[in-house]
């Protein structure tokens, strides 16, 4: 996917993220807050997000299903330590879009025909806290590590003991 793609994706989310914590689906705030509800409480918010996708993917609007997807793993990666990595590498990619936020989000008001909530305009720029990219590497760094990367041996299957 493009840059441009993961704009539109970054500002579709904030659109379903904004509106599904006004409608008490998902705690208010939990981007940018370090303290989350209980894990039974993200688990129902997780079978919310779930439905919420699956019915946008029903109706064909794939790029909102891809947005509430990408809410759905958010809250997941925030919900089980275990997953933060993932939940990293996700918005990594998805930070990308960034420069393309604010025109896709005008496109979509223009699209509408009627404007966004304001919380949508004053949030687009937050990340979730604990999924933040890492800091970006050195370009001294990435060379000497995607060099070592590129003389490991490429994995194999085992020989087959049958003969």
Known sequence: ??????????????VIRVNLEDQNHLPKGFFENSKLPPPQVLSKNILDLAKVARHFERLGQTTDAIAAIAVLNTVRCLNAAELRDLGRAMWTELARGMPFVERALGDGEAKKGEPFPKRV???????????????????????????????????????????
């Open 121 to 163: 305009w004053s949030e687009w720029k937050k990340l979730p806290a604990g999924l933040e990219p890492p800091k970006s590497q050195s370009k001294s760094q990435s060379k000497s590590q995607s060099k070592s990367q590129s003389k490991r041996k490429a994995a194999t299957w085992p020989k087959s003991t049958n003969t």
């Open 1 to 14: 996917m493009t840059d441009e793609d993961m704009g539109i994706i970054v500002a579709v989310a904030t």
